[in-house]
């Protein structure tokens, strides 16, 4: 065995003790605390778990004075972007369950024609985006799809599905903006 690698190993099971005895105690604490101030969060232990990679991070960098303060300002800032995130992509999905006024028979008919003329229009702007925001907007808003089910389906990152379904509905009300012309 050469020094370098009993050094590795040696810094490996110091920072596998660290982490036993600094960081694993205060996980329970650390998923109640998510819960109780984020009960909107879709996965607390994704946070939880990235929460303690980051923190695993940080110490390689250099001592930590408080872990417990790391751990907690660290899950805080993941969970408020998480909320963020859900707040910014929030879809009702079109499906065949969904109650349409439009086939309402009360409905009266300058009602309908104002809902048809909004339909075409929708239609005319997700027709104008590029390919994969399209897809994207399609599976979210007609199918219902997830975030996760659309990345699955058309084999991107979560992350791909998320920017391209932003910069859809940028470009949506863009087109709206315009008057539906570009």
Known sequence: MLAGDFNVSKSEADQSCWFVTEVQPHRPSLRAWLLARFPSLPDVDDIVQETFARV??????GPIRSTRALLFTTARNLALDAVRRQQVVRFEP????TDSSVLTDGADVVATVSKQQELELLTKAIQSLPTRCREILTLRT???CTQKEIARKL???DSTVEKQTALGIRLCADFFANGGLR
């Open 155 to 157: 084999g991107v990152s």
């Open 94 to 97: 079109i499906t065949d369950s």
């Open 56 to 61: 695993l991070r940080a110490r390689e960098v």
């Open 142 to 144: 007609a199918y219902g």
